[in-house]
């Protein structure tokens, strides 16, 4: 069964540094999404992504963040400088199509430990 | 704005008993609600939804729009059942996912 890839699966990485995740949706997805979750709190939506353009975004989600999809198979996360509290797990997450009863497919997560 | 509120953090059964898993959302318009699991060191994966109303590893859950609510259950608790379940609800659209803070559950032999 197709799933949905995030590298690395751990980041550790120094306060006020540039962090990239990546994910890798399934392959004839074509909404996908970010997620976190602070350690010990609930799963956060950070962004959805359709058709090359930010769908919808959090609050979160501020200026320090972005989203892309270099070719057609990357989805990257970027934080261009990080702060201790944006250490989390980040989940990646692709559905077929958007709208209701659409289920969204999980990566492992990314855990990012800032320093 | 949409809410899904899980009240309870930790359930521990034994194994054979009955399990329910509590979740209560609040949302405006017409809910899609899901039922997400996380195995130990795993990912988050679909257990079910209730468009579907199908059952999934012997669990169920029902909508309740009069009580607003979409509790999971399951008769006879396994101890594989053991992990983090999470309820989420969708806000249309583009279909984001808000999700519930999780309950453990943990089936002892």
């Known amino acids: 069964e197709p799933e949905v890839t995030q590298t690395p699966s751990h980041q550790v990485t120094q306060m006020g540094q540039e962090v990239i995740l990546r994910c890798v949706p399934i392959?004839?997805?074509?909404?996908f999404y970010w997620y976190r979750q602070i350690l010990g709190q609930k799963v956060e939506f950070l962004v959805s992504?359709?058709?090359?353009?930010?769908?919808?975004k959090s609050e979160i989600f501020d200026d320090q963040f972005s989203v892309e999809r270099p070719d057609g198979s990357n989805f990257t996360l970027k934080i261009r400088s990080t702060k201790l509290e944006d250490s989390a797990m980040y989940f990646c997450?692709?559905?077929?199509?958007?709208?209701?009863?659409?289920?969204?497919?999980f990566g492992d997560g990314t855990r990012l430990s800032i320093l | 704005a949409q809410r899904v509120t899980q009240p309870e953090k930790l359930l521990s059964v034994f194994k054979g008993a009955p399990v329910e898993l509590k979740c209560n959302y609040s949302?405006?318009?017409?809910?899609?609600l899901f039922w997400y699991v996380q195995y130990s060191r795993q990912r988050l994966q679909l257990l079910l939804r209730?468009?579907s109303r199908e059952s999934i590893k012997g669990f169920t859950a029902d909508l309740n729009k009069g009580e607003t609510s979409f509790h999971l259950k399951k008769p006879f608790a396994q101890e594989e059942d053991s992990a983090m379940y999470y309820c989420?609800?969708?806000?249309?659209?583009?279909?984001?996912?808000?999700f519930g803070a999780g309950t453990r559950l943990a089936v002892h032999p």
């Open positions: 997450a692709s559905s077929p199509a958007g709208g209701m009863s659409q289920p969204q497919h």
């Open positions: 392959s004839n997805h074509l909404y």
């Open positions: 992504f359709y058709n090359n353009e930010i769908s919808e």
């Open positions: 949302y405006s318009g017409s809910p899609e």
């Open positions: 209730h468009i």
């Open positions: 989420a609800t969708s806000s249309g659209g583009y279909n984001k996912l808000i």
